[in-house]
């Protein structure tokens, strides 16, 4: 590959082999799986999900619905809680016959919809498990029985209960996580257990990407929303949802200048391109990504301990162990895996395969 | 303005206000001023520089320096580390009579441009005057000399010193900065002193918008390269390089969940939106950016102590004062004065002004 620039390499076998595990996980446990497309939001890997037979999705905005349903996408939940303004738009969507689920977490919302919808759309509850940032305890029953009440009055479809248990991100350990997990099973299950005799249909919907990576049996809930897994990056890796082989994009970044009294590397390829997004481990120190030695056929891990210490608009600065150091000559390329993947590939706005195909994100 | 979605709102009277007044500083100092177009990255208000008799820029990529030159701008400073392998897009530039200074900071990168670059440019020597990211020490003087030697061998022209003082974004006072300035104007100063009788052409060089912007007399350099003065952020005015008032831009966000509990309001408008870039304050709290009222002419400051105290993809959350919660319902748009506009403008592809007009940024 001829790179001259920053590019975000997309190993195109791994990203598959991502998804076809998650298909088989959901598949085995007998639920349903909806993938959250944010992460890759690009028609092209949404078919690679097509091709293993999913057949609806989640997405985060509007907008990112508008983009699916275009290119033939048919029942698509917009996992944020609907922004009331938006009703034109997803009447613009509806009228092809998209079927299309909102959240909402307040009865306000609901009469929005009854007045300016124009077709039915089906609507899930935000519940918070903890993450406390949108949606309604679980434990507020009386709250939830006021939006079920709206929606029926509304004429819309109860479709359940959704959640995303983002606390999962700040967890320490994988047993963590396995109790976020029990703990939302518990919170969603007793509200369909609830529920579910007035409204037998319903479903509970969970997301996050370490949850669902992590927890060995998924049974008990009815549908997963994961997203990042399709890609994972240095923060899925740091919390135990995936290992370094199972990382499917790197930021390859000419080298441009090398430092040899702080032994540092620093490349071409900063916040615009990979986000300022860190982790922090328990001795304080922030990691901004990981670099990787790249190869005709992909890259490779490296042993010693470089890693990227800072970044600012541009330029990334690694700090490099000697091997590393004196490996790298400026005008090397060499790859940064992301601490968030979701954000890298939405900066970057497309993806460079190893075989040289170049594939576009939404970029309107 | 019927704003739905999250958008970049810009109020040109303030923007060209900076803009006027760094003109102004600059003139009055009688030094050259070549602003950093990374921050707007727009030909649009590259205009508005025009205007102001602005005749020189300063970009941070190859990629910018193609942007602003195919639209007439003819002395263009890239202000990176040049990245050897980027050559031929240097040709592409210099092809159409363009003026372009590189900056190098190590021999080899001459070697390359001696054998590569059909035409001749101006080299800038990168001084690390204490951010050390990239640059040579200013007191590595067998260093600069091997570089010097290295551009005549090359053929080039020898432009002078140029500087990034960027640990002054890490300064804890108005006083800090200053300090930093002087420093930065010391070290550089007697580089040129050492030189300039060979070189009796060369400048002296320096960037950063908290330096400039807080020094009251610029006089001892030869150019100033800012960038985000043309926008300020919150970051900007916690330094003390602006007033709230010179701020030009904030990220209008539908409101889509309030929190009665917890006193929080959550628009859509995240990281994808104005990054997840922060400031903390001595307390330890962390502020993703600053809620602001909307109104038909701009924004208005709130008198409380509401702030964003975290951010994920598409959603900010707001810790609300009793009086912002209660006077914000779902379905209002509110406005969010972002961290660092630099980040905010290039996620955000496009500003809004306040009379409607819609600007864009390079999208290539």
């Given at each position: 590959m001829?790179?001259?620039?920053?590019?975000l390499l997309l190993d195109k076998v791994k990203c598959r082999n991502n998804i076809r595990s998650m298909v088989k996980k959901a598949t085995g446990a007998g639920i349903s799986f909806r993938p959250h497309f944010k992460t890759h939001n690009c028609r092209e890997i949404g078919k690679w999900f097509r091709d293993e037979g999913v057949d609806?999705?989640?997405?985060?905005?509007v907008k990112m619905a508008a983009y699916f349903a275009d290119d033939g996408?048919?029942?698509?939940?917009?996992?944020?809680?609907?922004?009331?303004?938006?009703?034109?738009?997803?009447?613009?969507?509806?009228?092809?016959?998209?079927?299309?689920?909102?959240?909402?977490?307040?009865?306000?919302?609901?009469?929005?919809?009854?007045?300016?919808?124009?077709?039915?759309?089906?609507?899930?509850?935000?519940?918070?498990?903890?993450?406390?940032?949108?949606?309604?305890?679980?434990?507020?029953?009386?709250?939830?029985?006021?939006?079920?009440?709206?929606?029926?009055d509304a004429g819309m479809r109860f479709a359940g209960f959704l959640t995303h248990s983002g606390h999962s991100y700040k967890a320490t350990s994988t047993n963590e996580i396995l109790d976020i997990y029990n703990d939302t099973l518990r919170k969603?299950?007793?509200?369909?257990?609830?529920?579910?005799?007035?409204?037998?249909d319903i479903v509970i919907s969970v997301g996050d990407t370490p949850t669902i990576s992590i927890t060995p049996d998924l049974r008990g809930v009815d549908e997963i929303r994961p997203g990042n897994f399709v890609f994972y990056d240095l923060m899925q890796l740091s919390l135990?949802?995936?290992?370094?082989?199972?990382?499917?994009?790197?930021?390859?970044?000419?080298?441009?200048?090398?430092?040899?009294?702080?032994?540092?590397?620093?490349?071409?390829g900063g916040a615009v391109h990979i986000s300022k997004e860190f982790i922090s481990?328990?001795?304080?120190?922030?990691?901004?990504?990981?670099?990787?030695?790249?190869?005709?056929?992909?890259?490779?891990?490296?042993?010693?301990?470089?890693?990227?210490?800072?970044?600012?608009?541009?330029?990334?600065?690694?700090?490099?162990d000697d091997e590393f150091?004196?490996?790298?000559?400026?005008?090397?390329?060499?790859?940064?895996?992301?601490?968030?993947?979701?954000?890298?590939?939405?900066?970057?706005?497309?993806?460079?395969?190893?075989?040289?195909?170049?594939?576009?994100?939404?970029?309107?």
């Open positions: 001829n790179i001259i620039e920053p590019t609806k999705v989640t997405v985060s905005s996408w048919e029942d698509i939940t917009i996992a944020i809680v609907f922004n009331i303004l938006e009703t034109g738009k997803v009447n613009e969507i509806l009228k092809s016959g998209t079927n299309i689920n909102l959240i909402v977490d307040s009865p306000e919302t609901l009469s929005v919809l009854k007045k300016e919808l124009k077709y039915q759309v089906s609507i899930f509850i935000k519940i918070d498990t903890g993450y406390n940032r949108t949606g309604i305890l679980s434990d507020e029953i009386e709250k939830i029985e006021v939006v079920v009440k709206a929606i029926n969603m299950g007793s509200l369909k257990q609830r529920f579910r005799n007035e409204y037998p135990g949802s995936c290992t370094s082989d199972d990382i499917a994009v790197v930021l390859a970044a000419p080298v441009i200048s090398r430092n040899t009294l702080r032994k540092e590397v620093v490349v071409h481990d328990p001795s304080g120190r922030s990691t901004y990504g990981q670099p990787v030695i790249l190869k005709a056929d992909g890259w490779e891990k490296l042993s010693g301990d470089s890693y990227v210490s800072s970044v600012s608009q541009e330029h990334s600065i690694i700090k490099a150091f004196d490996s790298v000559s400026t005008g090397d390329v060499i790859g940064i895996v992301p601490v968030h993947s979701c954000l890298a590939a939405n900066l970057m706005g497309s993806y460079l395969t190893l075989d040289g195909e170049r594939i576009m994100r939404d970029r309107s």
